[in-house]
């Protein structure tokens, strides 16, 4: 068993934001990826103000990397939109090169970073890779994201909702896309789910969509799903036009609202293995951005006996943006509740901005 100091599982936006504030405080950090090179992964891809910050205290600049400027939002159920601005600049950006970027600024701060391995299970601290090797860790910060760990999965035993299912896919940004996408993030919504539209920096358009697993089931698949909600969201089928996307990245469950209120010694849950925001609320990379960065300074400040304060005082911190969120994602959901959300919305919409800074982790 090989002895490590402070090991990070996973290489999303929470595991390499650890790894570049740890390789900074000197803690010589290794983390391990399962992904071998560049992937697509289930995201809207929306960065928000607060991540943007984030994405400047880690040292990458999201402009230079091609993140395409959002300033507006339109909320479309039906045949009715609603066009508000965000409070503050916003961008778009695909997941494959926001965590390509973040993973090469890890390694360039001296973080060691294990690429095309993956942990296999855990007992406590003690890890098992899938290549045989095992680790026992001083400290470990649990970045699996949207997957579970065996031995250290996130307990969502009784809650009252079985978790959602998400679903990305790029579509060619036609010139008429592009027209109507320009300076927007665009949410469709729909019963037990909504779809988000956003330009990302390589020429598509991100695609993506939360749906209860029942609807998805029931459609059977992701491009059946799509020609019902067609009938649905008429303008999501405007956007898409003839060009349903064949291929596409998908994950079964996700928890919204969850919130890991402890943990074990020694053990720094980040991430979407901290907590879980509505998707619609596009704040779960800046969650797993701050979560990184303030795990690994709760570190530095106190070794890995920091981790059970440190992990209160985060569900502290998110539990405001998680409660807002799941109203609204609540509300959309359902055509009645969705129906008035629209009114009020359209009736007053400085309450977007105000939604939209309600939902962040960092103001
Ligand atoms: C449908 C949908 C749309 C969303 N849209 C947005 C949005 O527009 N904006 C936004 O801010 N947030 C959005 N989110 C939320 C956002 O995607 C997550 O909150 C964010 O990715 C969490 O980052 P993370 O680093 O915790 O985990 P992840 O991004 O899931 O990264 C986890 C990493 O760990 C690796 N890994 C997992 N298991 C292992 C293992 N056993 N061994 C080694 N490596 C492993 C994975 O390969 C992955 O690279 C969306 C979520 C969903 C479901």
């Known amino acids: 068993v090989r002895r490590a100091g402070a090991l990070i599982a996973g290489g999303g936006p929470a595991g390499s934001a650890a790894a570049v504030a740890l390789a900074r405080a000197g803690a010589s950090p290794e983390l ?9 992964v ?29 300033v507006r939002l339109r909320l479309i159920s039906g045949e009715r939109a609603i066009e508000a601005p965000l409070p503050k600049p916003a961008a778009g950006l695909s997941r494959r090169a926001l965590d ?16 095309g391995r993956a942990l296999r299970a855990a007992e406590g601290r003690r890890l098992r890779l899938d290549d045989g090797e095992e680790l026992e860790a001083d400290a470990l910060f ?15 035993d009784g809650r009252s909702e079985e978790p959602a299912a998400g679903l990305r896919a790029a579509l060619p940004a036609t010139p008429a896309v592009e027209a109507a996408l320009a300076g927007f993030i665009e ?6 789910g909504y779809a988000g539209l956003l330009l990302q920096e390589d020429g598509a358009a991100n695609l993506c969509l939360s749906v209860s697993r029942r609807r998805l089931a029931a459609a059977g698949g992701p491009a059946a799903l799509i020609g019902e909600i067609s009938r649905e969201a008429p303008r999501l089928a405007d956007r898409i036009g003839a060009a349903v996307p064949e291929t596409w990245e998908a994950v079964a469950g996700v928890p919204y609202g969850w919130r890991a209120t402890e943990t074990a010694p020694g053990l ?26 303030a795990a690994a300074e709760a570190y530095r400040d ?41 009114r009020l919305l359209g009736a007053l919409p400085m309450l977007v901005p105000l939604a939209a800074r309600l939902t962040r982790i960092g103001g």
């Open 42 to 70: 289930v995201c809207g891809g929306f960065l928000g103000w607060d991540a943007l910050a984030a994405l400047r205290r880690v040292g990458l600049d999201p402009a230079a990397l091609g993140a395409r400027p959002i």
């Open 187 to 192: 949410l469709h919504l729909f019963d037990e």
């Open 142 to 156: 649990l970045a699996t994201g949207k997957h579970e760990l065996r031995g250290l999965a996130r307990p969502l």
């Open 100 to 115: 390509e970027a973040l993973l090469a600024a890890a390694a360039a701060e001296g973080a060691r970073v294990g690429r």
């Open 268 to 293: 720094f849950r980040i991430g979407d293995q901290a907590a879980v925001i509505a998707s619609l609320a596009g704040d779960g990379i800046a969650i797993a951005l701050a979560s990184g960065l």
């Open 302 to 342: 106190g070794g890995p006996g920091a981790a059970e304060a440190w992990q209160r005082r985060f569900a502290g911190r998110a539990a405001r943006p998680l409660a807002v969120a799941e109203r609204l994602r609540r509300a959309a959901q359902r055509s009645g509740p969705r129906g008035a959300l629209m």
């Open 32 to 40: 391990i990826e399962r992904s071998a090179g560049p992937r697509d």
